[in-house]
């Protein structure tokens, strides 16, 4: 197993979430990411849905934060992105920033 992964990620914050400048409340962003997520199972393109709805600057690049190690994210994040097989895509994964929906490309 690799130490490296690559994933792109969708991020949708609420306020009081970490670093947040957004307005809407944690159930309105569970209720939109979940919205996100659907759509991306249906056959919405990842990247594309992470340039419209992502709240962290990675969403200009579809998402994509490059490749990273084991630690270099926050601990739920790390563990849901770890677990994933290249080209799957996480459930709702909850972090102090907000909610995630993470791809990971390889």
Same mark, same amino acid.
């Given at each position: 197993m690799s130490d490296q992964i690559r994933a792109a990620h969708i991020l949708l914050m609420y306020k009081g979430s970490m670093r947040s400048q957004a307005t809407r409340s944690k159930e309105e962003a569970l209720t939109a990411i979940s919205e996100i997520l659907d759509q991306i199972r249906e056959g919405a393109e990842f990247? &594309?849905?992470?340039r419209e709805y992502s709240d962290c600057p990675s969403g200009e690049d579809g998402g994509d934060l490059g490749a990273f190690g084991r630690g270099a994210m926050v601990p739920?994040?790390? &563990?849901?992105?770890?677990? %994933?097989a290249?080209?799957? @895509?996480?459930? @709702?994964?909850?972090?102090?920033?907000?909610?995630? %929906?993470?791809?990971?490309?390889?």
């Open positions: 990247g &594309k849905m992470a739920e994040f790390d &563990k849901a992105a770890f677990a %994933l290249p080209g799957e @895509v996480s459930g @709702v994964v909850e972090t102090a920033f907000g909610y995630h %929906l993470i791809h990971r490309i390889a």
